[in-house]
């Protein structure tokens, strides 16, 4: 596409049109004001005034008085200037200031009417027959345009500017302020601020881009609030366990703190995991503004570190039956190893975290091709089919109770998903509400 062709030219060509729509009604001022101060409006027809003239002329040779005011009478009518002349150079009857004939072309008077200019001034001359043989002469305006009517045209042009381009110039100017006040608003703190403008060209798109970054500036706040709640949340029944115990041993009843152990190594292994959640959703945020991908790539198998992540849950969910399932031989990967463990693990964990026991979390690992795909399978709650579509939006959670069995953040799948995306793969979500969740996931391998 060329540099100087617009996408969406609503807007251009609305102020296209708007300034041809000027220059339509200046040039309509042009006529109007040339027709009111025009020195003489029927310059066509000057020829026949001429003819016109000169036969009434010709009807009234001795009567001077009267002829006077005849070519007084048309001058005014035409706005031309007017004399009748003998063939002897005797005026007989003048009205203005019509130029001497020249003897070149009185010469050519009996050919017929005749037009010459005289300091730019068209001027027409014709033979007056009759008794007392002379001419007429008719001089119209000079075409030289007076100052009065340049003046009266540039003023014409002025207002005629000035009125036709403020509906314009409203037209542009309350759209820019509604969005201003708006990004005032938004810049104040206020998230709900919208420029709310409905439109079919380049205003409207950038009201709609600008609702658009609102909404999900506003999104990105109120999780980011939901995040310092919801680690405070996690963060308050571990640290009140550990208080407890303290104070137990502190006062020497060690039987019963012992007790409460277990309880706080599997808090914080769970606050391990929130932790590590966040700060590498934190790293992927900052790389992510640079343009890149923070992965530690390297060679590895995938089977080593589907391995690793069972031996991970099965150390952590001791209670919990996991079914592994490989087909075949996996393939190699060139991959960053925590990561990929980290999506295999935040699967894992959410199928038992939505599951009861004793039902199994199966775990399917196999190669497609060069491509390695892993599959998580619970019998847990499922997900409703209105929720589906944002499972993988950060800080979404489908248990809004917030129950401690079903803690965590909604970070997750957000992270699975752009660590996947990250690899070059595809991950997937297949749900029904109390009969389980699948998700699968598919990276490349090793060329």
């Known amino acids: 596409m060329s540099a100087w062709r617009l996408k969406h030219p609503r807007l251009f060509w609305r102020v296209y049109?708007?300034?041809?729509?000027?220059?339509?009604?200046?040039?309509?001022?042009?006529?109007?004001?040339?027709?009111?101060?025009?020195?003489?409006?029927?310059?066509?027809?000057?020829?026949?005034?001429?003819?016109?003239?000169?036969?009434?002329?010709?009807?009234?040779?001795?009567?001077?008085?009267?002829?006077?005011?005849?070519?007084?009478?048309?001058?005014?009518?035409?706005?031309?200037?007017?004399?009748?002349?003998?063939?002897?150079?005797?005026?007989?009857?003048?009205?203005?200031?019509?130029?001497?004939?020249?003897?070149?072309?009185?010469?050519?008077?009996?050919?017929?009417?005749?037009?010459?200019?005289?300091?730019?001034?068209?001027?027409?001359?014709?033979?007056?027959?009759?008794?007392?043989?002379?001419?007429?002469?008719?001089?119209?305006?000079?075409?030289?345009?007076?100052?009065?009517?340049?003046?009266?045209f540039i003023s014409a042009w002025l207002i005629v500017l000035a009125l036709a381009a403020f509906p314009l110039a409203r037209a542009l100017a309350r759209p820019m302020e509604r969005l201003t006040d708006a990004a005032r608003k938004l810049g104040a703190g206020d998230l709900t601020a919208r420029a709310g403008l409905r439109r079919g060209d380049e205003v409207g798109e950038l009201s709609a881009a600008f609702d658009d970054m609102a909404s999900r500036l506003e999104g990105l706040v109120r999780a980011e609030r939901q995040l310092l709640a919801d680690v405070s949340h996690e963060l308050r029944t571990p640290l009140a366990r550990i208080r407890v115990a303290l104070d137990l041993a502190a006062e020497g009843d060690v039987d019963r703190a012992r007790k409460y152990l277990e309880a706080i190594r599997m808090d914080l292994a769970e606050l391990d995991q929130l932790l590590g959640d966040v700060l590498t959703a934190a790293r992927l945020d900052q790389a992510g503004g640079r343009g890149e991908v923070p992965l530690r790539l390297q060679q590895v198998t995938a089977r080593e570190i589907v391995d690793r992540a069972v031996e991970r849950f099965r150390r952590s969910h001791p209670d919990r039956m996991l079914a592994v399932r490989i087909e075949g031989s996996l393939p190699g990967l060139v991959a960053d190893p925590a990561m990929l463990r980290r999506v295999i693990d935040n699967l894992l964990d959410n199928a038992a975290k939505y599951s009861e026991a004793p039902a199994p979390v199966e775990l399917l690992a196999r190669s497609d091709g060069v491509a390695l795909v892993v599959s998580v399978r619970d019998e847990g709650i499922g997900v409703e089919p209105q929720d589906v579509a944002r499972l993988f939006t950060p800080f979404f959670r489908t248990d809004r109770s917030r129950a401690r069995g079903t803690g965590g953040v909604g970070l997750g799948l957000a992270l699975a998903k752009r660590i996947v995306e990250a690899h070059g793969g595809t991950i997937a979500v297949e749900s029904r509400p109390g009969l389980g969740t699948t998700v699968r996931f598919r990276v490349p391998g090793e060329a």
């Open 17 to 152: 049109l708007a300034g041809l729509a000027l220059l339509a009604l200046v040039a309509l001022a042009n006529v109007v004001v040339g027709t009111l101060t025009a020195r003489s409006p029927l310059v066509r027809g000057t020829a026949k005034l001429t003819r016109f003239a000169a036969e009434h002329v010709a009807g009234h040779p001795d009567e001077p008085e009267r002829i006077q005011a005849d070519l007084r009478q048309m001058a005014d009518a035409f706005r031309v200037d007017m004399a009748y002349r003998l063939d002897g150079g005797r005026v007989v009857a003048s009205v203005g200031e019509a130029p001497p004939l020249p003897e070149e072309q009185r010469a050519r008077l009996d050919d017929g009417l005749q037009k010459y200019y005289e300091d730019d001034r068209p001027v027409w001359a014709t033979r007056v027959a009759g008794s007392s043989p002379g001419y007429l002469i008719v001089a119209a305006a000079p075409r030289s345009v007076p100052v009065e009517r340049a003046a009266a």
